[in-house]
């Protein structure tokens, strides 16, 4: 009697059944959304507060605020306090997003566009990489809503949405450690799609000349990344906001069963 219960599609689920990976990272991008929400109000308020004491400095003060060299005259109030302050929070905010882009600790979600119709430069891989030793897929990279959504290719909890890496070697889980071939090719990301090692110094010393990147104890340095210039910040901040736009919608018009389950009929 008991197992014909169990038969029907009650929807519900035993409370030691286990959860999935899929309801896993679901929960984990819903909770990373709220985070980044909460992140944003307060970036929005803190460019309202700075915009405010800027246009205060001028009024009271005279002088016009940090950066500006001090004791720069303030030219004289042409409005009011609240439309001054209203007409500067959209550039403050744009400021703060850039600094906010910089830090190591955000959320990182690719943005730049879908991946199966990225093109990819001409590189002879299969033949460089006895030379190379795939060490581009030891670089850490964001993936996308797209990937995160077909939830092939793993990326990091500890540090969302980063592809996931080995500690044995440093490169990225779905890399074959033998013949360092990519194992889930057909689905890689964009970025791995789009990359061009050519003029990337940490792959190769000389590219037209196939002189390698010293590998270090098989690893290789991932951390030689240029500082990226202030308009690329501006740029990133813009475009993080799209990218993020694109997971709210995608989280939002997902499902979290996909078929009729099967589960024991309540008991209340
Ligand atoms: S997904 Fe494939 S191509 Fe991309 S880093 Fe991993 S092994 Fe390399």
């Keep these: 009697m008991a197992d014909q219960e169990t038969d029907h599609a009650y929807g519900t689920a035993a409370p030691d059944a286990p959860a999935t990976r899929t309801e896993l990272e679901r929960a984990i991008r819903n909770l990373n959304l709220a985070d980044l929400e909460l992140r944003d109000t307060l970036l929005k308020l803190a460019a309202r507060v700075v915009a405010l004491t800027d ?9 016009e605020p940090l950066p500006a060299p001090p004791g720069t005259p303030a030219p004289p109030p042409t409005r009011t306090v609240e439309a001054a302050t209203d007409a500067a ?13 910089r830090l190591a600790t955000r959320v990182s979600l690719d943005y730049g566009g879908p991946k199966y119709t990225t093109e990819s430069p001409a590189i002879p891989c299969a033949e460089l990489i ?3 030793h795939a060490r581009c897929c030891a670089l850490s990279f964001a993936l996308s809503t797209e990937d995160l959504d077909e939830g092939v290719i793993c990326w990091d909890y500890g540090q969302p949405y980063l592809i996931r890496q080995r500690a044995s ?7 074959d450690p033998d013949g360092r071939g990519c194992t889930v090719h057909s689905f890689r990301p964009r970025v791995c ?14 590219y037209d000349q196939r002189i390698p990147a010293p590998l270090v104890r098989g690893q290789i340095e991932t951390t030689v990344d240029p500082e990226p210039r202030e308009f690329d910040l501006v740029e990133r901040a813009r475009a993080r906001s799209t990218a993020f736009s ?23």
């Design 55 to 63: 246009e205060l400095t001028r009024r009271i003060d005279g002088v």
């Design 193 to 206: 799609r789009s990359y061009d090692c050519r003029g990337d110094k940490r792959v190769w010393i000389d």
């Design 169 to 175: 070697d440093g490169y990225c889980v779905h890399n």
């Design 89 to 101: 929070v959209q550039s403050t905010l744009t400021a703060i997003r850039v600094s906010d882009a």
């Design 246 to 268: 694109r997971e709210v919608i995608s989280i939002g018009e997902s499902y979290a069963e996909p078929a009729p389950r099967k589960g024991p009929k309540p008991s209340r």
């Design 130 to 132: 006895p030379l190379c």
